[in-house]
């Protein structure tokens, strides 16, 4: 099954051009510019990580079940907020390991 990826940093990639532009930049270093759907800022949300009700919003608005969504984070409190809201969450380690991580999901 194919899983889209969703991410929900601190940082609003949505706000200023500057802010996207230096989101998009961390994403193409990563190599991984390509994996992800959406970003969110979860000040925006009025919500915090770890609290799961993060992860349903993002789900949510994907129109997706949290399921069928991936989340990575380098926060083990966050990754779990992430699993008890039932989404495929991964501790960043590195690039590599992501990139292998998340050629595991489209199998």
């Given amino acids: 099954m ?3 990826h969703c991410g929900a ?4 990639a949505r ?3 500057g ?3 230096r989101r998009r930049r961390h994403l193409v270093r990563l190599c991984v510019d390509d994996e992800v759907d959406a970003v969110y800022a979860t000040w925006r949300l009025g919500v915090a990580k770890p609290d799961p009700a993060v992860n349903r919003h993002v789900a949510d608005d994907l129109g997706l079940p949290p399921s ?3 989340f990575v984070d380098d926060s083990p409190r966050h ?3 992430a699993e008890a809201a039932g989404m495929v969450a991964y501790l960043f380690t ?3 390991n992501l990139r292998l991580f998340l050629a595991t999901l489209d199998r």
């Fill in 94 to 96: 590195g690039a590599t």
């Fill in 19 to 21: 802010e996207r532009a």
């Fill in 68 to 70: 069928a969504c991936a």
């Fill in 2 to 4: 194919a899983r889209r």
């Fill in 15 to 17: 706000g200023a051009a």
């Fill in 9 to 12: 940093p601190r940082t609003d």
């Fill in 79 to 81: 990754v779990a907020g």
